[in-house]
């Protein structure tokens, strides 16, 4: 009689076009034995995972064009409550992970009425957000402790992380396992052209990329307005989904300072294929304007993808982000966000990028550290979730 893998649903309020953290847990699933299927808010970014995983899409346009505001977000969240419930109990799954806290309420119901283990992924601080998607904290966050004290396992992205949420969450911090948001180690075979090729850069071109999310906070009007600081053979490429007003804000700065020709605005590329479309640049940018706990102790990926990569990078200055830059000898801190600042930070990267061993000696430090996805996936997933 032939063996029908068992279920696991990975619940999640974004898309797999944004969430690779969510493509990497269904990868992880489908190796272990499981049938994984990915229940999103949005669609798209379903193709990089293969025909073998199901992706349910739980949004619906007649939400997304309400009018945004406290009553719209409730009416809208509590309809994707209700679908994710639906679509997972639906499946009988053997395992429910939900990344990060928006799809709780789903998960915990789902897994209880289907009998399921819960593995609660926790990526950003939410108790430090302001907004209609909080409110009223009080209650998100007793709701919150109650599903964590439910939950098999419990993962976040750092050990700072891990104290935070301990405190927070009424946990020992060690109930809370760190799974770093690491690239793959073996990278999804797609066909996709260089970021170089795209924006025509020649052989002399010096290119600076930013990928990730174009809005405010990450420091992008100054390191565009940064560019006249430079030597004219530097080239900045920022590739991400943009937002219309941050764009216009970007292009204007451009013109004003004379840069125009040297300053690109690229469309997003599955977060997955960012190490291979971003591995002939020279200089990568991870920088984030401390507004908030979240921003000022960042935990990003994008360090991690450019260190796969080889490509040295001019980050933010934090505990985690200093802890790694250090570990690697990956790139160059900055605490001011100013233009001056950055400019200097890309010159003593390229001063050190002369010599080829540097990104060598990058992307072996991370090997060498087992900075990657498959190296947690055989440790933490392996040991926690239940056996197909």
Known sequence: MRHTPPTAVVLSHSSLTVEHRVCKFVRSLAEAGYRPV??????GGGDVLGSAVSVRVLGSSWTERLRKGPLSWSITYLYLTVRAIVETVGVRPRLVICVDRPMMPAALLSALLSRAALHY???????????????????????ERVAADRALLITCTDHQ??????HALNLPASRIQVVPNVPLLASVPRS????????GATNG???????GSVSEGRALAET??????LPPHFRLAIVGHPSGECVARLRKIATRWGVSRRFHLLPPVHPLDVPAYVRYTDCCLALYVPDSLNSASPSPSKLFDFAMSGIP?????????REIVDDLNCGELISELTPTTIAAAILRVAARSTSSSWREQIRASVVARRLYWEAHQ????????PSP
């Open 38 to 43: 990915a229940a999103v808010r949005f669609p």
């Open 121 to 143: 992924d926790i990526q950003e601080l939410w108790f430090s957000f302001r907004g209609p998607s909080n409110w009223p904290r009080w209650l998100w966050s007793m709701f």
């Open 161 to 166: 992380r891990r104290q935070i949420l301990g």
């Open 192 to 199: 996709l052209p260089s970021l170089r090729t795209e924006i």
């Open 205 to 211: 071109d010096f290119v600076i990329c930013y990928a």
């Open 224 to 229: 565009v307005q940064a560019l006249h600081l």
């Open 313 to 321: 990078t001019v980050a933010s200055d934090g505990p985690f982000v």
């Open 378 to 385: 055989s440790t933490v997933m392996a040991r926690y979730w």
